[in-house]
């Protein structure tokens, strides 16, 4: 469990200890998530492009398919026709867009990276992620996705999950954007992947299940009265 200090509190250090007791509530509800659940690493990086704007178990489904067909490698994915990707991963939604993003990640990853997630795992984070930035369809949720779960990386990512609970505790304003979302982490806790990996699954889970996007179960939510970190 992470130990807030409690002494002389700044502007900063009072929002540190609201997010470092805000996990510990979730963490001693909830326990480990273990996310994200993959058998290999370039299986999250699929992942995390084919769960835009979807649930996760639908992007299973189309994970489960690329499996099935012995395709689910960077370059077997590289080398498929758009038509058959589009066909495999359909159970995912929007398959038409997400088959034709994964192939522009696939045509970076290959030509600038050689297919190799030990390549790009040696690069700066923030190079890195300017690079994911600059590939069609690769929006800041799912590179901070790939930086975090597939490399490790010290980012922690940001859904309408994560401004949906903290705008209702106070802690953000509804129109706050991603950057300044992010920044509530990364300025206020230490920069760590297991931290950062940990907590966003277990905002993922309470949303899921008690902070929902309408009628929220409020007076049986984990975390309560909004004054309880006080």
């Given amino acids: 469990m992470i130990q807030p200090n409690l002494s002389s509190r700044t502007h900063e250090q009072e929002i540190g200890h609201k997010l470092k007791l805000i996990y510990n509530k979730l963490y001693s509800r909830f326990g480990p998530q273990y996310w994200w659940p993959a058998d290999s690493l370039f299986e999250v990086i699929v992942g995390a492009i084919l769960t835009q704007n979807t649930s996760w178990l639908n992007a299973e489904k189309a994970i489960s398919n690329l499996k099935k067909e012995k395709v689910l490698s960077p370059r077997k994915l590289h080398k498929l026709k758009l038509s058959k990707l589009t066909r495999l991963i359909k159970p995912s939604g929007y398959y038409n867009i997400k088959a034709k993003r994964l192939k522009e990640f696939l045509r970076f990853f290959v030509r600038n990276y050689q297919a190799s997630i030990n390549k790009l795992a040696l690069v700066k984070t923030d190079k890195l992620r300017e690079e994911f930035l600059l590939v069609n369809g690769i929006g800041p949720e799912t590179a901070d996705s790939i930086l975090l779960y597939a490399l490790d990386k010290p980012v922690f990512v940001i ?54 996007k309408s009628k929220p179960r409020c007076q049986v939510c984990p975390l309560g009265n909004k004054r309880f970190y006080r």
């Fill in 159 to 212: 859904d309408a999950y994560t401004k949906r609970i903290f705008s209702r505790h106070g802690l953000l304003k509804e129109e706050a954007s991603y950057e300044e979302t992010q920044n509530l982490f990364s300025q206020n806790l230490k920069k760590e992947v297991k931290l950062f990996n940990e907590y966003h699954a277990l905002l993922v889970r309470l949303a899921k299940d008690f902070c929902l």
